[in-house]
Nanobody, 128 residues
Framework: QLQLVESGGGLVQPGGSLRLSCAAS????????IGWFRQAPGKEREGVSC????????NYADSMKGRFTISRDNAKNTVYLQMNSLNPEDTAIYYC?????????????????????WGQGTQVTVSS
């Protein structure tokens, strides 16, 4: 059974940092592009960052550039999202998702369409 599990969320003060993890079971992440998405209350799900299956291409939403870093550790079958300089607008449930689309080997998209597998999400709350 293919499964993605997010962890690392929590409550952090503005300006703080968190590192989210996306661990896979039942399949090898090496062959999948991974995207991080988030959804705040009353808002639509939005793309945060993604990394191609080859690992050589990363993409970030404009508001995350310079603050967030995505990386993958294939040996641990895990993808990470390092989030720095967090602000209250970053409060949301964060989801990771996996795509086996061949087009995502050397690039990735911040749209949810190509991602077939989704985790349950982890809550990130930025508040003083």
């Amino acid at each position: 059974q293919l499964q993605l599990v997010e962890s690392g969320g929590g409550l952090v003060q503005p300006g703080g940092s968190l590192r989210l993890s996306c661990a896979a079971s039942g399949f090898t992440l090496n062959y999948y592009a991974i995207g991080w998405f988030r959804q705040a209350p009353g808002k639509e799900r939005e793309g945060v960052s993604c990394i191609s299956s080859g690992g050589g291409y990363t993409n970030y939403a404009d508001s995350m550039k310079g603050r967030f870093t995505i990386s993958r550790d294939n040996a641990k079958n895990t993808v990470y999202l390092q989030m720095n300089s967090l602000n209250p607008e970053d409060t949301a449930i964060y989801y990771c998702a996996a795509s086996s689309a061949l087009t995502m080997q050397r690039m990735c998209l911040l749209a949810p369409g190509p991602y077939a597998y989704w985790g349950q999400g982890t809550q990130v709350t930025v508040s003083s």
